[in-house]
């Protein structure tokens, strides 16, 4: 039990260089997004031929709003928690970076072409919810599972060798008498 008053237990180097890293692609996807959203509205021209024949042609600017909004939306959630909710970090890392991997997926699909951009940032967006997964210990060394009676539910009392079970109880009730159904 930590007293009341006393110092926060050191946190290990490597969970602050995964948190950092976490923090580090949201600012970016989130610039990524604000340069995003001011090259459509500032030079929608950029993006005619791109967006020719799809359900975004002439809508630059539903475009950009979709992208700064619901996108860099996210990734701005993320930072704000990440700074004043920590606890909840992998949560919104983990929303915002799949968000991105959706827009990523979403946009290829209709545009109908994959490039280096959508390389860029859906790695960014897999590199998140992938140190999401290491902020919550999901690469870490975990424990065997005990072996003792698993996939063996008849053995003899306290050896947990085969056998019947002479006495106790089970969680769909009392345990027969009898030996091993063949």
Known sequence: MIRPGAPDPPVPLARTAVTRSLLGLAIFQ???TLLGVATMVLMPQWY???LAGT???GRVGVAAVLLGVATGGWQWLAILVHWLWPQRLALAHLVAGTVMLGWIA???LVLDAFS???ALWGGAGALQVVLVA???GALRPQPAPAR???GR???AEGDGGPGPVTSGTHASGPLPTEGPRR
Do not use: A, N, Q, Y
């Open 153 to 155: 539910p008849w053995h």
């Open 30 to 32: 989130v610039l990524s």
């Open 106 to 108: 979403g946009e290829c």
């Open 48 to 50: 005619t031929e791109m």
């Open 134 to 136: 290491v902020h919550l």
């Open 116 to 118: 280096w951009p959508h």
């Open 55 to 57: 359900p975004f042609e």
């Open 148 to 150: 003792r009676g698993i």
